[in-house]
């Protein structure tokens, strides 16, 4: 490899490859996302399941969602306050975190 072939890396001071930069740059972009929480301060992740806290009128459904309601796999939409997750009989339904309790 050419001298140009190689990336100084600030955190170690070392000189790595391209390689071993891509890998670096990837935890670090994730150590960068919008952290969302629930309603009592537990983080939440995709693919966690949730609980409703208080009864939810679904606008455009009809529906009404219930207290204990479970959600499974939830998305994170990069908003700090919104989740993306699917019910029965619900396409596109979003929640605020702050009405939900991790499971």
């Known amino acids: 490899m050419a001298d140009e072939d190689y990336i100084y890396d600030e955190a170690s001071g070392e000189w790595i ?8 740059r990837d935890s ?7 952290e969302v929480r629930d309603s009592v301060g537990n983080l939440l992740a995709d693919g966690d399941q949730v609980t409703l806290i208080k009864d939810l009128t679904v606008k455009g459904a009809g529906q009404t969602l219930k207290r204990g309601t479970l959600i499974k796999s939830i998305r994170l939409t990069g908003d700090a306050q919104e989740i993306d997750c699917k019910y029965d009989g619900i396409k596109g339904l979003v ?4 009405f939900v309790r991790k499971r």
Do not use: F, I
């Open 17 to 24: 490859t391209p390689a071993q930069a891509g890998g670096k």
């Open 95 to 98: 929640l605020r975190a702050e």
């Open 28 to 34: 670090d972009t994730d150590n960068d996302g919008v």
